[in-house]
């Protein structure tokens, strides 16, 4: 059974850096593309990054890029999210979620993990 | 960005009946390898996306046959039969075409 648990969400002042976690089993990891899809509260879906198998090529959109980085280890099967220079509108459920083959079509998700970035 | 353009943006149905859900691309959402990369997730209450359909009308694994989608180019629909009461919850179309992915608001279904 395929799962994603994240992990390391919480509340972080304006600013601050955290980074979030995920960690993979059920299937062979290292064969497959990642990302970190997020859902501010009450609102819809926003992916945030894609990192391909073997982490060489990063993709971001441009409400992120240069703040996030995403990560692997293939060695642990887990997924990593870093944020730095977090603003209140980064508030939100961060979905930790397998690309089905290199195509950004999400076929599982983890559970999410909140982050709350306020003063 | 491809803007996904859902509509409704809620409906209430009865159990038993039969629900459309369409979905607008502001762009073609043919790849150039010939595929079309529009998916349908759904969101129930309290819980994850899950997905239901990809590449238009590919069921996911474990996805009952009431789920159906259709459409290309630019117009897509899921539609929903025999509604039951597991099948509420808000109901997303999204592009893996380009990137970046992008996603429509949502179509919360409710159960009469």
């Known amino acids: 059974e395929v799962q994603l648990v994240e992990s390391g969400g919480g509340l972080v002042q304006p600013g601050r850096s955290l980074k979030l976690s995920c960690a993979a089993s059920?299937?062979?990891?290292?064969?497959?593309?990642m990302a970190w899809v997020r859902q501010a509260p009450k609102k819809g879906l926003e992916w945030v990054a894609t990192?391909?198998?073997?982490?060489?090529?990063?993709y971001y959109p441009d409400s992120v890029k240069g703040r996030f980085t995403i990560s692997r280890d293939n060695a642990k099967s887990s997924l990593y999210l870093q944020m730095n220079s977090l603003k209140s509108e980064d508030t939100a459920t961060y979905y930790c979620?397998?690309?089905?083959?290199?195509?950004?079509?999400?076929?599982?998700w983890g559970q999410g993990v909140m982050v709350t970035v306020s003063s | 960005d491809v803007v996904m353009t859902q509509t409704p943006v809620s409906l209430s149905v009865s159990l038993g009946g039969q629900v459309s859900i369409s979905c607008r691309s502001s762009?073609?959402?043919?790849?150039?390898?010939?595929?079309?990369?529009l998916s349908w997730y759904l969101q129930k209450p309290g819980q994850s996306p899950q997905l239901l359909i990809y590449?238009?009308?590919n069921r996911f694994s474990g996805i009952s046959d009431r789920f159906s989608g259709s459409g290309s180019g630019t117009d897509f629909t899921l539609k929903i039969s025999r509604v039951e009461p597991d099948d509420l919850g808000v109901y997303y179309c999204?592009?893996?075409?380009?990137?970046?992915?992008?996603f429509g608001s949502g179509t919360k279904l409710e159960i009469k």
């Open positions: 979620a397998r690309h089905r083959a290199t195509v950004a079509t999400f076929d599982y």
């Open positions: 059920g299937f062979t990891f290292s064969n497959y593309y």
């Open positions: 990192i391909s198998t073997s982490g060489s090529r990063t």
């Open positions: 762009q073609s959402l043919v790849h150039n390898n010939g595929n079309t990369y």
């Open positions: 590449k238009v009308s």
């Open positions: 999204g592009q893996g075409t380009q990137y970046p992915p992008t």
